[in-house]
């Protein structure tokens, strides 16, 4: 089992940026691709932008292309997603998810391509 626990979130301003982090115990992420979606109220799960096991392989979802940031430390089990130039219609709960993957480069991007989920954070962007 893998346990994540995100940790970061909160208000800020548009324009500004926040830096959110997935501690994951358990097992080591050193096989794991890891994901972050969002969710609004209202809305569906979406995702956001993942990175493969490897760190060779990023993606991230069109709206955030150029703004957001996905990293990883394999040596300390945790995840982090850089967020910049924040606009409001980037408020929302922010989660991290896992899954084992065979490949070094996959990247799963649906939601039910995981495993493992954190219990998410909020994140607030005024306007």
């Known amino acids: 089992q893998v346990q994540l626990v995100e940790s970061g979130g909160g208000l800020v301003q548009a324009g500004g940026s926040l830096r959110l982090s997935c501690a994951a115990s358990?097992?080591?992420?050193?096989?794991?691709?890891m994901g972050w979606f969002r969710q609004a109220p209202g809305k569906e799960r979406e995702f956001v932008g993942a990175?493969?096991?490897?760190?060779?392989?990023?993606y991230y979802t069109d709206s955030v292309k150029g703004r957001f940031t996905i990293s990883r430390d394999n040596a300390h089990n945790t995840v982090c997603l850089q967020m910049n130039s924040l606009k409001p219609e980037d408020t929302a709960v922010y989660y991290c998810?896992?899954?084992?993957?065979?490949?070094?480069?996959?990247?799963?991007?649906?939601?039910?391509?995981?495993?493992?989920w954190g219990q998410g954070t909020q994140v607030s962007v005024s306007s």
């Open positions: 998810a896992a899954v084992q993957t065979r490949l070094p480069i996959t990247i799963p991007k649906a939601p039910d391509g995981y495993d493992y």
């Open positions: 358990g097992r080591s992420l050193s096989r794991y691709a």
């Open positions: 990175i493969s096991w490897s760190g060779l392989s990023t």
